[in-house]
């Protein structure tokens, strides 16, 4: 159980990644596309104007071939505990849903200034430079359970809120009270075809999740800055565990303390 | 009291009605209202409404033919996601999978029959009618027929094996006779590399390479563990989840990086390296075996013995062409004797063509001598095309490499499967003369098929009928699936068997059915009875996710029924292959002059100007080959991220690149002795120096931007005249002008 101003939560949603399964096949990305109705910059579009809410990128270890080495590593949402797009927001369009942990955006309130976007330090927050105009036709495929969302206003994960609805709708129809946790997956965990990423519960310790963000290989991205996110990454590499760490960390030294510091 | 009505009181009582509404939730919601509001213009794409249903079927985007679980909005086909516990996939799926949903809306899919406004890459697609065309071609076919013709004819299966394939063989005898081409891709042709090692009148079998099975591995290159689920078991070394892995590899590709030993080979030196590897396991560590001994010493008459041959590959020569150290070689030998069952893979990047016919062979020749074949190794041998259907096809397949230049007035493409890469020029130039055409059956106006067509005829997008996917090349077991349609196909796409049919009809054939659906249905039909008849293997069925042996089906029509619901057949069985029909220098000796001539490392042509050489390799992105029509969302990879670079970025090492003065995001221009592209650069450190690499799909088009018009990228690599394209001398040149 945990406490946010005041509630108390029984669910606290997590996701831990294994930076040594992730090989960068892209299938999270595209399976989070599939399912939250993300569509496609046009062609003359500037290849940093696309929406992916994970984004996969390449982390090297800055060294020339045959040393260098490079790592994957899928980024989404953070969904910080203490998330800084939350204190920013002017007009309250982000949000935590204090009975599950979720950072959630609200697009009808976004008014597109993009200040959450300047405070996200993990670059996971992406701006609606267009309408979501697919293919002729291709609306057709669009998920019902997500709308698409209107050009100008900022866009992230959500942890797949249209399927957490879904498995408690379900849950609901089985007799269940709605208050209580329910397990689904979101499309990046379901389409990861080397079963990098997993997703669960972290108030119950006996998740897998849990007890993968709890192992000794776990860490988290720029911990330093307190922003105590709730994405969690694995690497037996100390090389790659060291992404995690930020500037602050190199002026308090952590970072050249000795590996598992 | 009296109620007093001033105007103080009045402006007091206005005053606060503003200030009241001011802080009133009124203007929040008037706000709110207008966001959403604003959300719903008309041009804001509407999901589709209607009850949520799944149905299981089986992907046809590549030769894999992983299990799908298509989600149904209404009739509306939304998405597809992985089928748990499916044999073939073991519940994943690629991301091509993911988004096949999106392909039936591809820029790229074709609404009419169209021909290309002229014969070459770039020119337009013009919409003809259809019925016209049928006609010309009708017409075309039965003045052949009147001829008495038996050339001039081929269709050219990219898919073969299937019940499709059976009908156009079919047509073929009814048109008098023609060839049936087949253009094998690089798991093909190292499926066929391995039948040179077997005598003529062995059993003749495919070889199955089952990692699970396998100790230790040893990958000339096979990306394992780069792109889609390269196939090979994810966990830890340590704790015997996976075998001892040894990768070949020029480049810190991830299977390289993942490696329990990571081989930096130069390209173009796999077949000596493999021999070398031979050399070792022959004369130093199994020189105490006596089946290795018979196997070596076999005489193959003039050609000599296999260990007489490996004379001129011992790992001191060698070493010098692969830029491997002896004892590293000799280590890497003793490895795979060390952890048997071994298992040694060639095929290279599939995205680049076929590793070469010598290569493949020299690393199935290793897997012989390590004793990997039958139920003790880790590589089984399973009927030739997977599963026998018995259908007694006539004409026989025949490679298009293997036809003469100029000999064709009419090439049909089936272009099912719109990802295999066909070299646009190598189809060309296999016509007689300007009259002569190439006519691509296919859902896309892109893609393999559509390169070199002049005239596609439309067929339904993958999702929307009924094909068999028999079993994958290279696959460990045998298997079977249909893909049951999820989804109904426009009105102006026409099943490949119905064009057959039309096809008949207009050439004046009177064929033995009058619906190419029901034909091919019929055919399909057949294929299931005839497995279930046979009582061997397995049946998945996704209804209940449950495996039962198929001697478990009562009705004989059950195999069909499970099938049709997306179900697969598999069977673990395999042929067994005796020591005494193997043949290790090929079937009349021939591959030891071969292996001889690469004893200095394939070569990779020349760029021809006294420029500064590099060495570049065409590979595939994610094993995505040329001419991939892959849905739009995949962007996301190529576009949208900075994970893949697609056809249009050529990586070379940092350093390399900052000796040519060729900065990080530049345009520049790449050339071979083949052909030139213009390219932007992108600095890679994986890459070792001097070394350039381009994928060679997807392509803008196949992504979904079809203002792009198509380019070769195989012919860079001299595609359609040599076997082995994915190494050619380049150089590469900036280009300064701004409209680069």
């Given amino acids: ?261 | 009291m009296t109620l007093d009505l001033t105007r103080r009181s009045l402006l007091k009582f206005m005053g606060g009605a503003v200030a009241g509404v001011v802080l009133s939730p009124m203007p929040w919601k008037l706000l709110d209202d207008a966001s959403i509001w604003t959300q719903n213009w008309s041009r804001i794409a509407r999901p589709p409404r209607g009850p949520i249903s799944w149905r299981d079927t089986t992907c046809t985007l590549c030769p894999a033919g992983c299990g799908l679980r298509a989600r149904l909005v209404g009739t509306s086909f939304v998405s597809a996601w992985p089928v748990s516990g499916h044999p073939r996939s073991a519940g994943l799926v690629c991301p091509l999978g993911l988004a096949a949903a999106q392909m039936r809306f591809h820029p790229a899919r074709l609404r009419g029959a169209a021909r290309r406004e002229a014969a070459r890459i770039d020119a337009p697609w013009l919409v003809v009618d259809a019925d016209g065309a049928v006609t010309d071609l009708g017409r075309r076919l039965a003045v052949r027929r009147a001829r008495g013709a038996t050339d001039g004819l081929a269709l050219l299966d990219l898919r073969p094996g299937r019940a499709m394939s059976q009908l156009y063989r079919e047509f073929l005898d009814r048109q008098g006779g023609g060839l049936y081409l087949t253009l094998p891709d690089a798991w093909q042709a190292s499926a066929a590399a391995f039948g040179g090692l077997i005598a003529a009148s062995a059993v003749a079998g495919a070889p199955a390479p089952d990692l699970s099975r396998a100790r230790s591995v040893l990958s000339f290159g096979a990306p394992l563990h780069d792109g889609w689920r390269g196939g090979f078991p994810a966990g830890d070394s340590e704790n015997g989840h996976r075998p001892y892995l040894m990768q070949i590899d020029a480049a810190a590709t991830a299977t390289a990086l993942r490696a329990d030993r990571w081989l930096v080979a130069r390209p173009g030196s796999e077949a000596p390296l493999a021999l070398a590897l031979a050399h070792v396991l022959v004369n130093e560590t199994l020189n105490t075996d006596p089946r290795v001994a018979a196997l070596a010493d076999a005489p193959h008459g003039p050609a000599g013995s296999f260990r007489a041959l490996l004379a001129d590959f011992s790992p001191e020569r060698v070493s010098r062409v692969t830029g491997l150290s002896p004892s590293a070689l000799r280590d890497t030998a003793r490895e795979l004797a060390n952890r048997r069952p071994a298992l040694v893979v060639g095929v290279g990047d599939p995205g680049g063509g076929p590793l070469g016919a010598e290569e493949e062979a020299a690393v199935w020749s290793l897997n012989l001598l390590l004793g990997s074949v039958g139920p003790d190794g880790a590589l089984g041998l399973l009927p030739a095309t997977g599963i026998d259907f018995a259908d007694g096809a006539s004409p026989t397949a025949t490679s298009l490499n293997d036809i003469p230049d100029g000999s064709l007035d009419l090439l049909l493409v089936d272009g099912s499967f719109p990802g295999a890469p066909v070299p646009r020029e190598l189809l060309r130039r296999k016509l007689r003369g300007p009259d002569s055409l190439i006519v691509a059956l296919s859902g896309f106006a892109g893609g393999a098929a559509a390169l070199a067509a002049d005239l596609v005829l439309p067929t339904p997008a993958p999702g929307e009928w009924t094909d068999d996917v028999p079993t994958p090349t290279l696959a460990a077991h045998a298997s079977y699936a249909w893909s049951p349609p999820v989804a109904a196909p426009p009105d102006w796409a026409v099943h490949p068997a119905e064009w057959l049919a039309r096809l008949e009809t207009a050439s004046g054939v009177t064929g033995n059915f009058t619906s190419g659906r029901a034909r091919h249905e019929a055919e399909l039909v057949r294929r299931a009875a005839l497995l279930q008849s046979r009582g061997r293997g397995q049946v998945f069925d996704p209804r209940d996710g449950n495996t039962t042996g198929i001697a478990n089906l009562v009705d004989p029509n059950a195999l069909g029924s499970v099938l049709a619901r997306g179900g697969c057949w598999l069977d673990t069985a395999s042929l067994a292959l005796d020591d005494r029909d193997l043949r290790l220098l090929g079937r009349d000796g021939e591959l030891a002059a071969r292996w001889r001539s690469l004893s200095g490392g394939r070569p990779g042509g020349s760029a021809g100007d006294g420029a500064e050489p590099l060495l570049l390799t065409i590979g595939g992105d994610l094993a995505v080959a040329a001419g991939s029509v892959m849905p739009p969302v995949l962007n996301k990879l190529y576009r949208e991220s900075e994970l893949h670079g697609g056809s249009r970025k050529a990586a070379l090492n940092p350093a390399t690149a900052r000796r040519l003065g060729l900065a990080d995001g530049v345009a520049a221009e790449l050339r071979t002795e083949h052909a030139t592209r213009r390219v932007v650069i992108l600095h890679d450190p994986s890459l070792p120096p001097d070394l350039v690499r381009l994928a060679s799909g997807p392509g803008p088009l196949e992504l979904g931007d079809p203002g792009e018009p198509q380019t070769d990228i195989l012919e860079l690599g001299g595609a359609s005249q040599r076997p082995v394209w994915r190494l050619t001398r380049v150089v590469l040149k900036e280009v300064r002008d701004v409209n680069a």
């Fill in chain 1, 1 to 261: 159980m945990s406490t946010h101003s005041g509630v108390t939560a029984t669910t606290s949603y997590a996701m831990v990644i294994d930076l040594d399964k992730c090989t960068g096949c892209g299938a999270c990305m595209v399976g989070c596309a599939v399912e939250n109705n993300i569509s496609v910059p046009p062609v003359a579009a500037a290849e940093n104007r696309g929406l992916t809410w994970i984004r996969v990128y390449r982390v090297d270890n800055g060294k020339e071939f045959p040393e260098h080495r490079s790592v994957c590593v899928p980024i989404p949402c953070q969904h910080c505990d203490n998330a800084p797009c939350i204190h920013v927001c002017p007009v309250t369009a982000v949000q935590m849903d204090e009975s599950t942990g979720i950072v959630g955006q609200i697009p009808t309130r976004c008014m597109g200034c993009r200040y959450c976007m300047a405070a996200c330090p993990y670059h996971a927050r992406y701006f609606n430079w267009f309408d979501p105009i697919w293919p002729e036709g291709m609306e057709d495929t669009l998920n019902p359970d997500v709308s698409p969302r209107m050009r100008g206003v900022a866009e992230k994960c959500n942890f797949c809120h249209g399927r957490l609805d879904r498995a408690r709708e379900l849950a609901s129809a089985g007799g269940r009270p709605t208050s209580e946790p329910v397990t689904y997956q979101p499309a990046c965990a379901e389409a990861c075809p080397h079963g990098a990423i997993t997703f669960g519960n972290m108030l119950d310790e006996s998740s897998e999740v849990y007890q993968l963000a709890h192992g000794p290989h776990a860490f988290r991205l720029l911990e330093a800055l307190g922003t105590k996110p709730k994405v969690t990454y694995l690497s037996r590499e100390p090389w790659v565990r060291r992404i995690g760490l930020s500037r602050l960390d190199m002026v308090r030294g952590l970072a050249d303390a000795p590996e598992g510091a």
